[in-house]
C-alpha cells in the first residue's frame, strides 16, 4: 500500500511534463482565444477548455489552471504542463506583459498550424514513393524466393553453359533462400540502431545532416524548410513586439537542422551589434527573396509581415518541390522494377533460346 502513493505521483509527474501534439495544442489555443477574447477571466476560460479534452489533457489544464490562479505566468505554465516550445511561450509571455495575450496566443495558434500543415504536406507527398517501393522489394523478394527456385533444378539440369544473367540470378537466389531471413534481421536492427544514434549522438545527427543537405533536391527541401520554421517564429515574435535582437536568438532554437542552424547562430551577435537582417537572410541556404523581402520589410518597417509573407512564399516552393521529387522518384522505380523483373525473365529464356539453337544445329 505504501507504493501506491508513489506510483500516483509518479504518474501526476509523468502528465504534467508530457508533450501535446500540435493538433491538440493548436485546439486548445483556439478554444482559449475565444473565451479570452470573449472577456473571460483566464481561470474561467481554461475551465471551459477543460470540457472534451482526453483525460491526460484534462489533468494538465488543471494543473495549468492552478498555476495561473497562484499568480504564476500563463507562459511557464504552457512550457511546464503542455510542452509548448520556448519560442512559442517566450511569444505568449510578451503578450502576457504588453497586454496583448490574445493576439500573442493567436498567433501561437497559426504558427502551429502552418508548421503542421507544412509536416502533413511533407509527409504525404512521401508516402505514395514509399508505398511503390515497398511493394517493388516485397515483389522482387517473392519472384526470388517463390519463382526463381522452382525454376532453377530446370536450368542446372540443361547441363549446358548459361549465361552469365542466369549464373546472377541462380546466386541472388540462393543467397536470398539461404541468408534472406537474416538480411532481414540485420536490416531491421541496422535501421533501429541509425535511428537511435540519429537520436542520442549530436555528432552523428549533424554529420548525416551535413550530408543530406549536400543531396540534390533533398537538401535544398530541408533547408527550405527550416528556413519557414524559422521565417514563421521570426515573423510571429516580431509581430508581438520582441525586439529584432530577442526574436532573432529565440527563433534560432526552433530550427533543428544543423547546416541552417550552424548560419543562423554564427548572426547572432551581428544582430545583435546592429547588422542588417537582409544580409543575413542573404546568407542563408535559401532562394535570394527572402534577403530581398528581409530588407524590404526592415525600411517600410513592415518586417514582421514581411518575414511571414517570404514564408508563405517558400512554403509553396517546398509543395512543388515535393511534387517534382515525387515526379521524379515515381518513374525511377518503375525502371528499377522493370530492369529487375526484365532480368529474371531473360535469365530463364536465355538458356532455352541458347538450347533451342543447339538442338537445330
Not at 50 to 64: C, E, F
Not at 130 to 158: D, K, N
Request: contains cysteine; charged residues 15%; proline residues 4%.
Amino acid at each position: 500500500m505504501e507504493g501506491k502513493p508513489t506510483n500516483i505521483k509518479q504518474q501526476k509527474k509523468k502528465r504534467r511534463f508530457s508533450k501535446w501534439n500540435r493538433r491538440d495544442t493548436a485546439i486548445f489555443f483556439e478554444r482559449l482565444e475565444l473565451y479570452l477574447s470573449s472577456g473571460l477571466a483566464i481561470d474561467t476560460a481554461l475551465q471551459l477548455c477543460r470540457d472534451g479534452v482526453k483525460p491526460n489533457h484534462g489533468a494538465a489544464i488543471d494543473q495549468l489552471k492552478i498555476h495561473t490562479v497562484s499568480g504564476s505566468t500563463l507562459s511557464s505554465g504552457l512550457v511546464k504542463y503542455v510542452g509548448l516550445s520556448p519560442t512559442l511561450s517566450g511569444m505568449i509571455f510578451h503578450g502576457e506583459t504588453s497586454g496583448g495575450l490574445v493576439t500573442s496566443i493567436a498567433l501561437a495558434r497559426s504558427s502551429i498550424e502552418k508548421q503542421d500543415e507544412l509536416i502533413k504536406k511533407c509527409v504525404s507527398s512521401l508516402v505514395y514513393p514509399c508505398v511503390i517501393g515497398g511493394f517493388c522489394v516485397v515483389f522482387v523478394i517473392g519472384l526470388m524466393r517463390g519463382v526463381m527456385p522452382q525454376i532453377v533444378p530446370m536450368l542446372t539440369g540443361l547441363h549446358t553453359k548459361l549465361p552469365l544473367i542466369s549464373r546472377v540470378m541462380i546466386f541472388s537466389s540462393n543467397i536470398v533462400a539461404k541468408y534472406g531471413l537474416y538480411g532481414l534481421v540485420g536490416f531491421i536492427l541496422s535501421v533501429n540502431t541509425f535511428i537511435l544514434a540519429y537520436k542520442k549522438k549530436a555528432k552523428f545527427k549533424h554529420f548525416i545532416q551535413q550530408c543530406l543537405s549536400k543531396v540534390p533536391l533533398v537538401g535544398t527541401l530541408m533547408n527550405n524548410y527550416s528556413v519557414v520554421v524559422f521565417l514563421r517564429s521570426f515573423g510571429a515574435l516580431i509581430d508581438c513586439g520582441l525586439p529584432i535582437s530577442n526574436a532573432f536568438d529565440s527563433s534560432v532554437g526552433t530550427v533543428s537542422f544543423e547546416p541552417v542552424a550552424k548560419v543562423l547562430r554564427s548572426n547572432i551577435q551581428g544582430i545583435s551589434s546592429g547588422l542588417s537582417l537582409g544580409n543575413v537572410m542573404k546568407s542563408l541556404p535559401a532562394p535570394r527573396y527572402i534577403g530581398a523581402l528581409a530588407s524590404a520589410g526592415e525600411l517600410s518597417g513592415t518586417l514582421g509581415t514581411s518575414l511571414l509573407r517570404a514564408a508563405n512564399i517558400l512554403d509553396r516552393d517546398i509543395e512543388l518541390s515535393l511534387k517534382r521529387m515525387t515526379s521524379l522518384i515515381e518513374p525511377l522505380m518503375m525502371i528499377c522494377m522493370g530492369l529487375i523483373v526484365g532480368s529474371i525473365a531473360l535469365s530463364i529464356l536465355m538458356p532455352i533460346y541458347d538450347l533451342s539453337k543447339t538442338l537445330q544445329h
